[in-house]
Protein backbone atom coordinates (compact mmCIF):
# COMPACT_ATOMS: atom_id res chain seq x y z
CA UNK A 1 0.00 0.00 0.00
CA UNK A 2 1.22 3.49 -1.05
CA UNK A 3 -0.13 6.48 0.46
CA UNK A 4 0.78 9.92 -0.98
CA UNK A 5 3.12 11.74 1.06
CA UNK A 6 0.60 14.00 3.23
CA UNK A 7 -0.57 11.50 4.65
CA UNK A 8 2.13 9.68 5.22
CA UNK A 9 3.00 12.33 7.82
CA UNK A 10 -0.34 12.23 9.94
CA UNK A 11 -0.49 8.37 9.77
CA UNK A 12 1.14 6.71 12.63
CA UNK A 13 2.90 3.20 10.85
CA UNK A 14 0.50 1.22 13.16
CA UNK A 15 -2.59 2.30 11.17
CA UNK A 16 -0.55 2.07 7.54
CA UNK A 17 -0.19 -1.61 9.06
CA UNK A 18 -3.67 -2.00 10.19
CA UNK A 19 -4.99 -0.73 6.46
CA UNK A 20 -3.12 -3.55 5.16
CA UNK A 21 -4.42 -6.01 7.34
CA UNK A 22 -7.83 -4.76 6.26
CA UNK A 23 -7.18 -4.92 2.69
CA UNK A 24 -5.19 -8.61 3.02
CA UNK A 25 -8.68 -9.90 5.58
CA UNK A 26 -10.96 -8.53 2.55
CA UNK A 27 -8.61 -10.03 -0.19
CA UNK A 28 -8.61 -13.99 1.90
CA UNK A 29 -12.87 -13.15 2.19
CA UNK A 30 -12.92 -12.77 -1.84
CA UNK A 31 -14.04 -9.14 -1.40
CA UNK A 32 -13.47 -6.83 -4.11
CA UNK A 33 -10.88 -3.85 -3.89
CA UNK A 34 -12.13 -0.49 -4.72
CA UNK A 35 -9.96 2.07 -6.67
CA UNK A 36 -7.65 4.04 -4.05
CA UNK A 37 -9.79 7.00 -3.41
CA UNK A 38 -8.28 9.93 -5.82
CA UNK A 39 -6.12 13.57 -4.48
CA UNK A 40 -10.10 15.36 -5.68
CA UNK A 41 -12.23 12.91 -3.76
CA UNK A 42 -10.19 13.59 -0.39
CA UNK A 43 -10.12 17.03 -1.12
CA UNK A 44 -13.66 17.34 -1.23
CA UNK A 45 -14.46 15.00 1.76
CA UNK A 46 -12.19 17.44 3.17
CA UNK A 47 -14.13 20.11 2.17
CA UNK A 48 -17.05 19.01 4.35
CA UNK A 49 -14.78 17.70 7.41
CA UNK A 50 -12.89 19.11 9.58
CA UNK A 51 -9.07 18.61 8.35
CA UNK A 52 -7.26 18.05 10.46
CA UNK A 53 -9.44 16.00 12.41
CA UNK A 54 -9.86 12.41 10.52
CA UNK A 55 -6.26 12.02 9.34
CA UNK A 56 -7.00 8.45 9.54
CA UNK A 57 -10.39 8.62 7.69
CA UNK A 58 -8.52 10.26 4.35
CA UNK A 59 -5.40 7.31 4.71
CA UNK A 60 -8.17 4.48 4.99
CA UNK A 61 -10.11 6.39 1.77
CA UNK A 62 -6.91 6.74 -0.29
CA UNK A 63 -5.82 3.28 0.74
CA UNK A 64 -8.50 1.00 1.29
CA UNK A 65 -11.84 3.12 -0.06
CA UNK A 66 -14.74 1.00 1.18
CA UNK A 67 -16.00 -2.15 -0.71
CA UNK A 68 -17.72 -2.12 -4.09
CA UNK A 69 -21.35 -2.01 -3.90
CA UNK A 70 -23.64 -4.80 -3.05
CA UNK A 71 -20.19 -6.44 -1.62
CA UNK A 72 -20.30 -7.47 1.88
CA UNK A 73 -17.75 -9.26 4.22
CA UNK A 74 -18.33 -12.54 5.62
CA UNK A 75 -19.92 -10.99 8.87
CA UNK A 76 -22.27 -9.36 5.82
CA UNK A 77 -20.77 -6.05 6.53
CA UNK A 78 -20.35 -3.50 4.06
CA UNK A 79 -18.03 -0.69 4.31
CA UNK A 80 -18.79 2.28 2.18
CA UNK A 81 -16.55 4.00 -0.64
CA UNK A 82 -15.51 7.77 -0.65
CA UNK A 83 -17.76 8.09 -3.57
CA UNK A 84 -20.94 6.71 -1.55
CA UNK A 85 -20.20 8.63 1.54
CA UNK A 86 -19.36 12.25 -0.88
CA UNK A 87 -22.58 11.49 -2.69
CA UNK A 88 -24.29 11.43 1.20
CA UNK A 89 -22.18 14.68 1.80
CA UNK A 90 -22.88 16.64 -0.80
CA UNK A 91 -26.76 15.68 -1.21
CA UNK A 92 -27.37 17.01 2.83
CA UNK A 93 -25.08 19.69 2.77
CA UNK A 94 -25.63 22.10 5.68
CA UNK A 95 -26.95 19.66 8.24
CA UNK A 96 -23.74 17.22 8.25
CA UNK A 97 -23.79 15.83 12.00
CA UNK A 98 -22.05 12.15 11.10
CA UNK A 99 -21.29 10.05 7.96
CA UNK A 100 -22.38 6.40 7.57
CA UNK A 101 -19.35 4.57 7.29
CA UNK A 102 -20.56 1.03 7.02
CA UNK A 103 -24.15 -0.79 6.58
CA UNK A 104 -25.07 -4.59 8.17
CA UNK A 105 -28.24 -5.26 5.89
CA UNK A 106 -28.85 -8.10 7.85
CA UNK A 107 -29.74 -6.26 10.94
CA UNK A 108 -30.70 -3.30 8.99
CA UNK A 109 -28.15 -0.69 10.87
CA UNK A 110 -25.28 1.74 9.90
CA UNK A 111 -22.09 2.30 11.68
CA UNK A 112 -21.60 6.10 11.66
CA UNK A 113 -19.04 8.66 12.26
CA UNK A 114 -20.01 11.51 14.04
CA UNK A 115 -18.93 14.73 13.44
CA UNK A 116 -19.61 16.55 16.29
CA UNK A 117 -17.37 19.04 18.02
CA UNK A 118 -17.69 18.40 21.34
CA UNK A 119 -14.96 16.11 22.03
CA UNK A 120 -17.06 12.92 20.85
CA UNK A 121 -16.14 13.91 17.60
CA UNK A 122 -14.92 11.04 15.61
CA UNK A 123 -16.68 7.98 17.75
CA UNK A 124 -18.67 5.49 15.94
CA UNK A 125 -21.79 4.50 16.58
CA UNK A 126 -24.32 1.62 15.54
CA UNK A 127 -27.63 2.88 14.63
CA UNK A 128 -30.82 0.97 13.47
CA UNK A 129 -33.50 3.93 13.18
CA UNK A 130 -34.31 4.13 16.82
CA UNK A 131 -31.42 2.73 18.98
CA UNK A 132 -28.11 3.91 19.00
CA UNK A 133 -24.84 2.72 20.84
CA UNK A 134 -21.10 3.50 20.85
CA UNK A 135 -19.00 0.77 19.36
CA UNK A 136 -15.62 2.91 18.92
CA UNK A 137 -14.08 5.68 20.31
CA UNK A 138 -12.35 6.47 17.01
CA UNK A 139 -12.02 5.15 13.62
CA UNK A 140 -8.93 3.45 13.96
CA UNK A 141 -10.71 1.57 17.04
CA UNK A 142 -13.44 0.64 14.89
CA UNK A 143 -11.08 -1.26 12.45
CA UNK A 144 -9.09 -2.33 15.23
CA UNK A 145 -11.98 -4.01 16.39
CA UNK A 146 -13.13 -5.41 12.88
CA UNK A 147 -10.12 -7.07 12.37
CA UNK A 148 -9.91 -8.85 15.92
CA UNK A 149 -13.63 -10.00 15.81
CA UNK A 150 -16.28 -9.00 13.08
CA UNK A 151 -18.94 -10.50 14.69
CA UNK A 152 -18.32 -7.90 17.79
CA UNK A 153 -19.26 -5.62 15.01
CA UNK A 154 -22.22 -7.36 13.23
CA UNK A 155 -24.13 -7.64 16.35
CA UNK A 156 -23.50 -4.40 18.47
CA UNK A 157 -26.90 -4.40 20.20
CA UNK A 158 -26.66 -7.84 21.41
Known amino acids: MKLRPALLSV ?25 SATTAQIDSLKLHLEPARHPELYAYFESVNGMPPGQTDDALIHFRSISEVLFDLDRLADNIREIEIADYSL ?44 QNIANPFN
Not at 16 to 29: A, D, G, N, S, V
Not at 115 to 126: H, N, T, V, Y
Open 107 to 150: KAFVLVLSLDQEGSGGAIDAFDGTNRKRIANTFVDLLREYLRSP
Open 11 to 35: TSDDVRQMLCELQKYWRLQGVEQNA
